[in-house]
């Protein structure tokens, strides 16, 4: 069966609770909801252990001193 109710991979809640936004991400797809979206655009290495590959993702500039 297709079961495709995404989740948000940071809070985990449902398209039947809130948007939620479909990102493939090599060739896999996840869901993340508006309120995490900038999770994933500014800090990606929050996400790091729920979706697998987002370390590699490195947030544009350094945050070095
Ligand atoms: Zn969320």
Do not use: F, W
Not at 8 to 36: A, F, K, L
Not at 45 to 60: D, I, R, T, W, Y
């Amino acid at each position: 069966m297709s079961d495709n109710i995404l989740e948000c991979v940071h809070c985990g809640r449902t398209s039947d609770e809130v948007p939620v936004i479909s990102v493939e991400y090599q060739s896999n797809n996840y869901g993340i909801c508006p309120q995490h979206l900038p999770v994933l655009i500014h800090k990606p290495q929050m996400l790091v252990g729920k979706l697998p590959g987002v370390e590699n993702l490195k947030a544009e500039g350094h945050d070095h001193h």
